[in-house]
């Protein structure tokens, strides 16, 4: 098998994931991972619901979905790239890792630095996440919680 493969395995197949921003459900949707290229690439794609009445015109007008990733391995630096695109023509590069039950997702951006922790289950049924976000890389505030539960 594979590093990549076995390196991102354990995210395959569909999950339902729900975010949830200061307490309160903002989001209810899923997302699958499949191999592409024999195992060379993993892509994932997302959907969600449409916004709740009560979910704030800020998050809503923000949701990005539906979403397309592929995700890649380099050989020589021993790490993945996330190539990022979304319903709002967004278009972004991110580095990614997926090793010993962490899963972590950033991205230098000037003005909007992201980054990404979800711990895998020991049972591999659900991941339990979050999203940060900083302007200037240095003070890092919470975006919102995501859950994962395998589909």
Same mark, same amino acid.
């Given at each position: 098998m594979s590093e990549v493969r076995r390196?991102?395995?354990?995210?395959?197949?569909? +999950?339902?994931?729900?975010?949830t921003a200061n307490g309160k459900v903002v989001m209810r949707g899923w997302t699958s991972f499949? @191999?592409?290229?024999?195992?060379?690439?993993?892509?994932?794609? %997302?959907?969600?619901?449409p916004p709740g009445d009560d979910v704030s015109d800020d998050w809503a007008g923000h949701s990005p979905f539906p979403?397309? %990733?592929?995700?890649?391995?380099?050989?020589?630096?021993?790490?993945?790239?996330m190539l990022y695109s979304d319903a709002r023509g967004v278009l972004r590069v991110y580095g990614?890792?997926?090793?010993a039950g962490t899963w972590?997702? +950033?991205r230098a951006a000037e003005g909007f630095n992201q980054r990404f922790t979800g711990t895998l289950a020991a049972d591999g049924k659900n991941i339990t996440a979050s999203w940060e976000m900083s302007q200037d890389g240095?003070? @890092?505030?919470?975006?919102?919680?995501?859950s994962y539960t395998r589909g």
């Open positions: 390196r991102l395995g354990p995210l395959l197949g569909m +999950w339902n994931v729900t975010a499949a @191999w592409a290229d024999d195992g060379e690439f993993l892509v994932q794609r %997302s959907d969600a619901d979403t397309t %990733s592929v995700i890649g391995f380099d050989d020589t630096t021993r790490t993945f790239t990614m890792d997926l090793d972590r997702i +950033w240095l003070t @890092w505030a919470k975006d919102f919680d995501m």
